[in-house]
């Protein structure tokens, strides 16, 4: 088997979902490792992959780890073998910690979000010389490239990575309810107001890709008009600040998850 997914959760899901449509791997070369024989089985007939139990883990060329990382101090003797390469979705959980749960230093660490499902994932990869002499680097490369964007940074950057990509699903989720809150407060039904948040969120994404975001903010707030007005209270209740204190904490919530292992 070329892949091992153990724990599929959402976003092990979306991952597995994006390599088999992308045609990265066949089902054939893939398969499940789950927290029972009964999850196992169910997750290997819902995608037509393989059942794995543990002691076939070092049969694998590779294996994804999509595992809580409260669950892994007690998973990893179960599955660590030392010809095999491992990449990590866990946050907080570094490759020195894995080298030394494992046995092993072929390991790649990768962050991505939850735009996965979509394939619109912004994913951060790290792997030390080891995993890249083996191959599993680009092996991951080419592997989060099936769902979104891959962008490789150092090790120390991981945290913060978390804290801003991979949270910012949650953190945009919550402006826009918080827009279509203030269109129903003015008198906008509940259903058109969800839809113009999550269009408004949408398209300014892709301005976005095109402009900076002072610029495009410039653009739209004219002299006197409603726009600058709007700002004026976002930058009276704090929305810059909060957003920042936002990254921040999840950022020190990833390195504390790092120190409880």
């Known amino acids: 088997m070329k892949l091992v997914f153990v724990g599929l959760g959402k976003m092990g899901r979306s991952i597995l979902r994006g390599v088999l449509e992308r045609g990265f791997l066949l089902p054939e070369e893939v398969g499940v490792l789950g927290r029972s024989p009964e999850r196992t089985h169910e997750l290997a007939q ?25 669950d892994f101090p007690a998973l990893a003797p179960l599955i660590a073998h030392p010809l095999t390469g491992y990449l990590s979705i866990m946050a907080g959980v570094s490759t020195g910690v894995l080298t030394r749960r494992l046995g092993t230093r072929r390991i790649v660490r990768a962050m991505p979000n939850l735009a996965a499902e979509i394939g619109e994932s912004s994913t951060a990869l790290f792997g030390p010389k080891e995993a890249e002499e083996a191959g599993d680097l680009a092996f991951a490369r080419s592997l989060f490239a099936t769902v979104g964007d891959v962008y490789e940074i150092p090790e120390r950057l991981f945290d ?22 203030g269109g129903v407060k003015m008198g906008i039904p509940r259903a058109l107001a969800l839809k113009l948040a999550a269009d408004a969120l949408a398209a300014t994404g892709e301005l976005l890709k095109r402009t900076h975001p002072a610029r495009l903010k410039d653009e739209v707030a004219s002299p006197g008009g409603t726009t600058i007005h709007g700002l004026f209270a976002l930058e009276a209740k704090g929305l810059r600040a909060a957003l920042m204190e936002a990254v ?8 504390a998850l790092g120190e409880e292992e």
């Open 46 to 70: 819902a995608f037509g992959i393989r059942e794995v139990r543990p002691e076939e883990l070092g049969r694998a060329e590779r294996v994804l780890i999509a595992v809580q990382p409260r």
């Open 160 to 181: 913060a990575f978390t804290g801003m990509s991979a949270s910012a699903p949650a953190y945009l989720a919550v402006v826009a309810e918080a827009l279509a809150d």
């Open 248 to 255: 921040e904490r999840a950022t020190l919530r990833g390195q």
